[in-house]
């Protein structure tokens, strides 16, 4: 299978603690976009990366949230002392970036339950 | 700023019937992009169909098609053949190159039912 691979699938986590979300891209596609779906509503823009690089993190909060995505290995979307807030679904996308090749896949998504 | 609205929240069709979903858009851009993702009970997301501004021919995949309005900006989504596997949220997106940056902007989407 050589789509989004997020991990883990479910992940629950105790207040203040902190939060680990990995998503490996499709073959071949060197950008990665995380999104955020709270209950009952869409998915709202988080952070743009390319390898090594935040292109655009306009929709991360400034605080607790941090994402990277290095030269080797997946991209990892970091939140410490999470809060019940917090809870939500995470959702990774990639695409190759090229010209005509706008589409986003998307991972499975990461269900985070902070308690 | 752009915006993406699904002003249907809910709706329900009869199975092998055809059904609507509506999506308007704001932007001041011209060349952009737009989207239908589909997001069944297992809450991953499946692309539908995609349209290029641009392009003034309506996007088609088998039972799934679009009108797309760019003067009016609407972009609705038009299921034929209704199955019940379509039971799922319709999420409609907007991506513009705006600033270097790739980011779908999504509406609140449409729950499908599909009925029997």
């Known amino acids: 299978n050589a789509g989004v691979m997020q991990n883990p699938r479910h992940l629950v986590r105790r207040r203040g603690q902190e939060a680990r979300l990995r998503c490996s891209p499709m073959k071949g596609h060197s950008h990665v976009y995380w999104y955020r779906q709270l209950p009952e509503e869409g998915l709202k823009f988080m952070v743009y990366?390319?390898?090594?690089?935040?292109?655009?993190e306009s929709g991360m909060p400034k605080e607790r949230f941090s994402a990277e995505f290095p030269k080797e290995g997946p991209s990892i979307l970091r939140i410490q002392q999470v809060v019940r807030g917090d809870s939500a679904a995470y959702f990774c996308a990639s695409s190759s970036g090229l010209a005509g090749a706008e589409t986003q896949y998307f991972g499975p998504g990461t269900r985070l339950l902070v308690l | 700023a752009q915006t993406v609205t699904q002003s249907q929240p809910e709706m329900s069709v009869q199975e092998a019937e055809t059904v609507t979903l509506s999506c308007t858009y704001d932007?001041?851009?011209?060349?952009?992009?737009l989207f239908w993702y589909k997001q069944p009970p297992s809450r991953q997301m499946i692309l539908v169909i995609r349209?290029?501004?641009?392009?003034?021919q309506n996007a088609t995949e088998n039972r799934f098609s679009v009108n797309f309005q760019k003067a009016a900006k609407s972009f609705s989504l038009k299921i034929s053949d209704s199955q019940l596997g379509d039971t799922a949220m319709y999420f409609c997106a907007f991506m513009s190159r705006t600033s270097g940056t790739y980011k779908y902007i999504f509406g609140t989407g449409t729950r499908l039912k599909v009925l029997a």
């Open positions: 932007t001041s851009e011209s060349n952009y992009y």
């Open positions: 349209q290029e501004a641009y392009k003034q």
């Open positions: 990366l390319q390898k090594e690089n935040i292109i655009d």
